[in-house]
């Protein structure tokens, strides 16, 4: 006999959101101390070092998972077998869809500069997934709720950089 507790999806929805909401304080607070201890600019290399090891950290696992089960990295599988705790995202919230924004854009006021570093996770994490778990694609934000759009929306472009290795955010190779 299994200890394990079914929980009704309203609640799975309600403890994810709240896990998303603690990664997202955290976030903050990281990129909160960095910038008092060492200024904006500093600051953001090291979030995009960090956040880009993250992304690559993750996709690397996630391309083992896919490839393990004899499927191609693709657009298709990267949303197929992602490892994000997806139900805590919730279109119809509208603006507040997205828990880490939902959380982030109440720190705005307090903290102007965190306009900037809020939506630059997004931008890492999302464009460094999909270059390389595909190794072949890149990825643009279009829309996003931090900037004070309605949605977040991207869209997904064949890149002859990515081909080659070479992805958007990597910090020992940035054009950005």
């Known amino acids: 006999m299994s200890d394990v507790k079914i929980i009704e999806d309203d609640q799975a929805v ?4 709240k896990a998303a909401r603690q990664f997202a304080m955290l976030y903050f607070n990281f990129c909160k101390v960095l910038v008092e201890e060492l200024g904006l600019e500093l600051a953001k290399k090291i979030v995009n070092k960090s956040v880009f090891g993250l992304a690559i950290d ?3 696992q996630l391309r083992q998972v896919v490839q393990a089960q004899g499927e191609e990295t693709n657009l298709e599988n990267f949303n197929k077998f992602s490892d994000l705790g997806k139900s805590g995202w919730v279109k119809e919230l509208g ?3 997205c828990p880490y924004a939902q959380t982030w854009v109440t720190y705005y006021e307090k903290y102007p500069w965190f306009r ?3 939506p630059f ?4 994490i999302d464009t460094t997934n999909i270059e390389n778990f595909t190794k072949t694609l890149s990825h643009k934000l279009t829309k996003n709720v931090l900037w004070g759009d309605e949605t977040c929306e991207r869209e997904y472009f064949l890149s002859e950089d990515v ?3 070479k992805f958007t955010y990597d910090p020992d ?3 950005k």
């Not at 996770?121 to 890492?124: F, L, N």
């Open 95 to 97: 603006r507040d869809h």
């Open 121 to 124: 996770y997004c931008d890492i």
């Open 163 to 165: 081909k080659q290795g």
């Open 14 to 17: 309600t403890e994810v959101r």
């Open 173 to 175: 190779n940035n054009t």
């Open 116 to 118: 900037e570093l809020a």
């Open 58 to 60: 993750r996709t690397n």
